[in-house]
């Protein structure tokens, strides 16, 4: 599958009137849109073939097939994503126990944790990561900018229907990395999927996992990767079919007239290649 983008970057002020702007071209309301994003790291060379191992993991076969090639020769970081809400975050606690904790010094180590008064605990109970669904997605480096006015790049999805995704990744040689949330709205344009969204990170100096968290921060404490705290508007169309060069040319096109259409509003335009860059280095 082929994927083709514009993008632009919008500052916090621009953020409510562009929504507004959106709802009205796509004829919708915004969808709420809070993702997690798991990253896995390869630890095999480019010409280990694949052997996944424990048995079906309820991964479409017609689909991994296509991933493998795609992969080929190359080594990428892969994505495990998966939509949550903001309820699947934990809460803050309302430890506020200061006075009680003086009470009683005998206490205190029972009462270390809630020290912090008010301070922010993953809370497990929130978010069930075994019920969670998740799709495992690759992204293609770019193709060289120049031959089209729009990023183009190879791209796969697959949902992961049953299992424990990350020992299925952990059997086909890759290793969790990091992650990171996606928040934002999204929009349905036509052909169009008009994504308006900042990437959010967990709080910083907390320890490294090896392994995706169980339990998840409160999602006040999730912080913006731009401290200004901008917003990107992704504008992107998926082609079924990229060898043929009319579905390219349509989804192009339609590109295009959006670009011309928001125009005086916000600059959209090819993406940084570099900065898409999915390769492990």
């Excluded at 949550?84 to 029972?110: C, I, P, Q, Y």
């Excluded at 009462?111 to 922010?120: A, F, I, Q, S």
Aim: net charge negative.
């Amino acid at each position: 599958m082929h994927e083709l983008l514009l993008f632009a970057q919008v500052p916090p002020l621009q953020h409510n009137q562009l929504l507004k702007i959106l709802a009205g071209v796509a004829g919708m309301q915004p969808h709420r849109v809070v993702e997690r994003h798991l990253i896995f790291k390869p630890r095999r060379s480019s010409g280990q073939s694949w052997a996944p191992v424990g048995g079906s993991q309820g991964v479409q076969n017609s689909q991994t097939q296509a991933l493998q090639g795609q992969l080929h020769n190359e080594l990428f970081y892969l994505q495990l994503v998966g939509e949550v809400s903001e309820s699947s975050f934990g809460s803050r606690t309302a430890a506020n126990v200061k006075g009680s904790e003086h009470e009683d010094l005998d206490m205190r180590e029972n009462d270390d944790d809630e020290e912090g008064g008010g301070r922010e605990q993953p809370n497990g109970n929130k978010h069930q990561q075994e019920k969670q669904a998740w799709s495992l997605e690759f992204r293609d480096f770019p193709e060289v900018p120049g031959r089209r006015p729009v990023t183009s790049r190879m791209m796969s999805s697959v949902d992961i229907v049953a299992g424990d995704a990350a020992a299925f990744l952990d059997s086909l040689g890759y290793s969790y990395a990091s992650e990171y949330v996606l928040e934002g709205q999204r929009f349905i344009h036509q052909n169009l999927i008009l994504l308006l969204h900042r990437v959010m990170q967990f709080p910083t100096g907390e320890e490294f996992h090896s392994s995706p968290r169980k339990g998840l921060h409160t999602f006040e404490s999730v912080m913006p990767l731009d401290p200004s705290g901008a917003y990107v508007l992704q504008a992107s169309i998926r082609i079924q079919d990229g060898s043929k060069p009319e579905s390219i040319s349509v989804g192009i096109n339609e590109l295009k007239a959006f670009k011309e259409m928001m125009r005086g509003v916000v600059d959209l335009d090819v993406g940084d290649r570099l900065a898409l860059d999915t390769r492990v280095r």
